[in-house]
């Protein structure tokens, strides 16, 4: 592939394109012996006893290239410990090597692809013109102006709870919504194709536990900085594209559906733009500075800026700026991934509850709806909405767990150990995935029966049968308070008489301008007694109760005899939480 142009190492390296896909970054020395021996592969010198003249040949080559002296041996030493463990050549006695594969931290699994070279290369021509720089303003301009007309005029909030309260619009937003996501992608294909670079196949995959599609744009390494930032960025261009549609389609309906729709496609977008995971966002940042993998300096940075070690020779290899840019993305990424870690971590359990319950009503409202196959298919959406998350942080866990685990194994664990073990746990490596899955199914149903939400048994208290008062007028009970513990006893003596002697003696009323008595309970918070006794309508209304009760300032008429209600005060109101958020429930029901 050539020199990595733009690149931020001091000694900018070169580029080979394996044959399964993974770009591999060589200094010039190697690069030129690679190249040569290309060379002599394509011209036909393959066979086994042409082996040592083939490699004589390749030394008198890069001798005359590079100006050193090389002869067969150092080829075949080259050969031997530098490119056949990399899977770029065989070994010098025509061995296969076994091929390393790249373990990219957060990156996509089990891709599949489902349009060939020849595809994406048609649909990119589609597209490729709207790359013109006076076409790209006019669209990026009514991007910006369609924006501010939706999100300033429009209702879109009701839009989105509209939209949710019905299946067939549950599932015409997630269409359209993966519908954003393919176009995405033929953005980044339309960019390589206007650079003038190949594109490669287009496909689908799984990006820790979501969906997602993905296009191959490794040729993008063969352009410059711009022409690479140009790749980074088509996706979101044509989401802004697919976003003027959907405006366009709103003025024709005004259907709340399409509302929906644009404010999730600009979620999607600003989920992109995020430089923390292997986002377009992260992409732009590594094509800026020209240094592909950013992942793999997190740990030489924080041993020089944190433990104050000395500087890696990864670091002394890249320029200065460089250095400064991808130090002050990990010191701002990292924090913020581990803070972000931290809080899911912490309301995993209160989601995984709001997510049951919420899972539960679904689950038992599908049927309930006048389509039932539009109801069944928007609640497994739903359910899988949300279960997808939690089972992504389960998975995020896992994956930091094990690699804490190897890497305290590399440092405290002896080689030879080290190999026993592995051979032990690789000869029952069944027995404890099936220990694995039983463990998890465990988990999942202790938490489930934990988070359930369980019927309230507080007893009710009876109602006391009425007596006639000793003397004076009957009045009406007044309604139950509870207790502040702000308020102080004033008078704790007669509250313990009457606390002893209330089962059997009532107290005597007062006068028309006597204060009702007061006391409290042993050790309890004061309470106030009413001033005569009466038809009481609320629970615990009678002489000796324990419930604290308040006169109320003008008794209103009494209310029907028999036990009654109590209204639930505003700050009772049950919430189910939908969607959380670390400053407070942000949907809930």
């Given at each position: 592939?050539?020199?990595?142009?733009?690149?931020?190492?001091?000694?900018?390296?070169?580029?080979?394109?394996?044959?399964?896909?993974?770009?591999?970054?060589?200094?010039?020395?190697?690069?030129?012996?690679?190249?040569?021996?290309?060379?002599?592969?394509?011209?036909?010198?393959?066979?086994?006893?042409?082996?040592?003249?083939?490699?004589?040949?390749?030394?008198a080559?890069?001798?005359?290239?590079?100006?050193?002296?090389?002869?067969a041996?150092?080829i075949?030493?080259l050969?031997?410990?530098?490119?056949?463990?990399?899977?770029?050549?065989?070994?010098?006695?025509?061995?296969?090597?076994d091929?390393?594969?790249?373990?990219?931290f957060?990156?996509?699994?089990f891709r599949?692809?489902?349009?060939?070279?020849?595809?994406t290369?048609?649909?990119?021509?589609?597209?490729?013109?709207l790359?013109?720089?006076?076409?790209?303003?006019?669209?990026?301009?009514?991007?910006?102006?369609?924006e501010v007309?939706v999100?300033?005029?429009?209702?879109v909030?009701?839009?989105?709870?509209?939209t949710?309260?019905?299946?067939?619009?549950?599932?015409?937003?997630?269409?359209?919504?993966?519908?954003s996501?393919?176009?995405?992608?033929?953005?980044?294909?339309?960019a390589?194709?206007?650079?003038?670079?190949?594109?490669?196949?287009?496909g689908?995959?799984?990006y820790?536990?979501?969906?997602a599609?993905?296009?191959?744009?490794?040729n993008?390494?063969r352009?410059g900085?711009?022409?690479?930032?140009?790749?980074?960025?088509?996706?979101?261009?044509?989401?802004?594209?697919?976003i003027?549609?959907?405006?366009?389609l709103?003025l024709?309906?005004?259907?709340?559906v399409?509302?929906?729709?644009?404010?999730?496609?600009?979620?999607?977008?600003?989920?992109q733009?995020?430089?923390?995971?292997?986002?377009?966002?992260?992409?732009?940042?590594?094509?800026?500075v020209?240094i592909?993998d950013?992942?793999k300096?997190?740990?030489?940075?924080?041993?020089?800026?944190?433990?104050?070690?000395?500087?890696?020779?990864?670091?002394?290899?890249?320029?200065?700026?460089p250095?400064?840019?991808v130090?002050?993305?990990?010191l701002?990424?990292?924090p913020?991934?581990?803070?972000?870690?931290?809080?899911?971590?912490?309301?995993?359990?209160?989601?995984?509850?709001?997510?049951?319950?919420?899972t539960?009503?679904?689950?038992?409202?599908?049927?309930?709806?006048?389509?039932?196959?539009?109801?069944?298919l928007s609640?497994?959406?739903?359910?899988?909405?949300l279960?997808?998350?939690?089972?992504g942080?389960v998975?995020?866990?896992?994956?930091?767990?094990?690699?804490?685990v190897?890497?305290?194994f590399?440092?405290?664990?002896?080689?030879?150990?080290?190999e026993?073990?592995?051979?032990?746990?690789?000869?029952?490596?069944?027995v404890?995935?099936?220990?694995?899955?039983?463990?998890?199914a465990?988990?999942?149903?202790?938490?489930?029966?934990?988070?359930?939400?369980k019927?309230?048994?507080?007893p009710?208290?009876?109602?006391?049968?009425?007596?006639?008062?000793?003397?004076?007028?009957?009045?009406?009970?007044?309604?139950?308070?509870?207790p502040?513990?702000?308020?102080?006893?004033?008078?704790?003596?007669?509250?313990?008489?009457?606390?002893?002697?209330?089962?059997?003696?009532?107290?005597?009323?007062?006068?028309?301008?006597?204060p009702?008595?007061?006391?409290?309970?042993?050790g309890?918070?004061?309470?106030?007694?009413p001033?005569?006794?009466?038809?009481?309508s609320?629970?615990?209304?009678?002489?000796?109760?324990?419930?604290?009760?308040?006169?109320?300032?003008?008794?209103?008429?009494?209310?029907?005899?028999?036990?009654?209600?109590?209204?639930?005060r505003?700050?009772?109101?049950?919430?189910?939480?939908?969607?959380?958020?670390?400053?407070g429930?942000?949907?809930?029901?």
């Amino acid at each position: 592939m050539g020199e990595f142009a733009g690149s931020g190492y001091r000694v900018p390296p070169h580029l080979v394109h394996r044959y399964d896909g993974q770009v591999i970054h060589l200094p010039p020395l190697l690069y030129q012996a690679t190249k040569l021996l290309a060379e002599l592969e394509s011209a036909g010198a393959r066979k086994p006893r042409d082996g040592q003249a083939a490699m004589a040949r390749v030394a008198a080559q890069l001798s005359q290239a590079t100006g050193r002296a090389f002869t067969a041996e150092h080829i075949a030493y080259l050969i031997d410990k530098k490119l056949a463990p990399l899977g770029i050549a065989r070994y010098s006695d025509g061995s296969p090597p076994d091929i390393p594969t790249a373990n990219s931290f957060l990156a996509l699994r089990f891709r599949k692809a489902v349009l060939s070279e020849r595809a994406t290369w048609f649909i990119s021509g589609l597209f490729a013109w709207l790359f013109q720089p006076l076409v790209l303003m006019a669209v990026v301009a009514t991007v910006m102006v369609g924006e501010v007309w939706v999100f300033m005029s429009q209702n879109v909030g009701g839009a989105v709870a509209t939209t949710m309260a019905k299946p067939n619009s549950v599932l015409i937003v997630v269409l359209l919504t993966l519908a954003s996501a393919a176009f995405h992608e033929c953005g980044h294909a339309a960019a390589c194709r206007y650079s003038k670079v190949k594109p490669g196949v287009m496909g689908c995959g799984i990006y820790l536990v979501w969906p997602a599609f993905y296009t191959d744009v490794t040729n993008s390494y063969r352009l410059g900085r711009a022409g690479r930032l140009r790749c980074d960025l088509g996706g979101v261009y044509f989401n802004g594209i697919f976003i003027c549609g959907l405006i366009l389609l709103y003025l024709q309906t005004g259907s709340p559906v399409i509302l929906a729709a644009i404010l999730f496609t600009n979620l999607e977008m600003a989920q992109q733009l995020l430089p923390t995971l292997r986002f377009d966002g992260y992409y732009i940042v590594s094509d800026l500075v020209g240094i592909p993998d950013l992942f793999k300096y997190i740990g030489p940075i924080l041993r020089r800026a944190v433990l104050r070690k000395p500087a890696d020779a990864r670091l002394d290899a890249l320029k200065k700026w460089p250095q400064i840019v991808v130090t002050a993305w990990v010191l701002t990424v990292l924090p913020a991934i581990a803070v972000q870690l931290g809080i899911v971590v912490t309301r995993l359990p209160q989601w995984t509850g709001a997510a049951w319950q919420s899972t539960s009503g679904l689950a038992g409202g599908a049927l309930s709806g006048g389509n039932p196959v539009l109801g069944v298919l928007s609640a497994l959406v739903q359910i899988l909405l949300l279960l997808l998350p939690l089972f992504g942080v389960v998975l995020i866990l896992w994956q930091l767990t094990s690699a804490l685990v190897r890497f305290l194994f590399r440092r405290y664990v002896a080689q030879e150990k080290r190999e026993r073990m592995g051979a032990w746990f690789g000869a029952r490596r069944r027995v404890w995935f099936v220990l694995g899955l039983a463990l998890c199914a465990c988990l999942v149903g202790v938490l489930s029966w934990a988070l359930t939400p369980k019927p309230d048994h507080s007893p009710s208290v009876a109602t006391r049968p009425w007596t006639p008062p000793a003397e004076g007028q009957a009045s009406p009970s007044p309604s139950p308070r509870d207790p502040r513990p702000s308020e102080p006893a004033r008078d704790q003596d007669t509250g313990a008489a009457q606390e002893r002697n209330g089962a059997d003696t009532a107290p005597p009323p007062p006068g028309p301008s006597a204060p009702a008595q007061q006391g409290t309970d042993a050790g309890g918070p004061a309470q106030e007694e009413p001033a005569a006794s009466g038809p009481s309508s609320a629970p615990g209304g009678g002489a000796g109760d324990d419930t604290p009760h308040a006169r109320p300032s003008s008794p209103g008429p009494r209310e029907d005899e028999g036990e009654r209600e109590p209204k639930p005060r505003p700050s009772e109101r049950r919430c189910t939480t939908i969607l959380d958020l670390p400053l407070g429930p942000l949907l809930c029901r």
